[in-house]
Structures are given as structure tokens and as C-alpha cells.
């Protein structure tokens, strides 16, 4: 599974609307850090593929949606439950703290 492309008008399907957790990462093509997450991101996504729907908001294309995160550093991973903000990965640390994300978002 590859991530999704999250954007204002599909967000309450793809997120609110969401039968399983979702994993929000807010990004923009000029973040270098962001580049460096998303093959992690892409390699998780493939583990946890059927537990964990993964998507992917552009913060320069969906600014109203940056803004309801309050990203006002990127890259942030958001760990949701419908519409409900679970847990914050903020920056890029590596593999660890975004795969305790996934380990938590899958348990429930």
C-alpha cells in the first residue's frame, strides 16, 4: 500500500470517515527532513497495511488543513481515531518514534 494523498476536500472520507486509525503525515516538497521521513513512512505503511490507513497532507496545497493541525513545524505525523487526535510525532527522529506510533495507533 502506498500512502494517500489527504486533501481539504477528501479529508472527512479518507480521515473522519475512516473505519481504521489513521497516520497523517503534514509535509511540503521544500522540507528536507520531510523527504528523509517518507520512505520510512512508506515502509511502515507497507507493514501495518490493513491496520492503519496512512495518508500524506501537502501543507502548501491544503492550508486550511495545516492550520487545523496547528503545523506550524513540519514534518508532524498525526496519529488519528476518527476525529480525534490521538498522538504527535513531531520532526524527524528516524525509524523509533514513528514506529511506536504505528505500534499504538494498531492496538488501539
Not at 527532513?33 to 495518508?55: F, H, N, R, T, W
Amino acid at each position: 500500500m502506498t500512502t494517500l494523498e489527504i486533501t481539504e476536500d477528501n479529508f472527512n472520507d479518507e480521515v473522519t470517515d475512516s473505519d481504521l486509525p489513521v497516520i497523517v503525515d503534514l509535509w511540503a516538497p521544500w522540507c528536507g527532513p520531510c523527504k528523509a521521513l517518507s520512505p520510512v513512512l512508506d515502509k511502515l505503511a507497507a507493514e501495518y497495511e490493513g491496520q492503519i490507513k496512512v495518508g500524506k497532507i501537502n501543507i502548501d496545497e491544503n492550508p486550511k488543513l495545516a492550520e487545523a493541525f496547528n503545523a506550524r513545524s513540519i514534518p508532524l505525523v498525526v496519529g488519528m481515531r476518527g476525529d480525534e487526535v490521538e498522538d504527535v510525532v513531531m520532526g524527524f527522529r528516524g525509524e523509533p518514534p514513528l514506529r511506536e506510533l504505528f505500534e499504538k495507533m494498531a492496538k488501539g
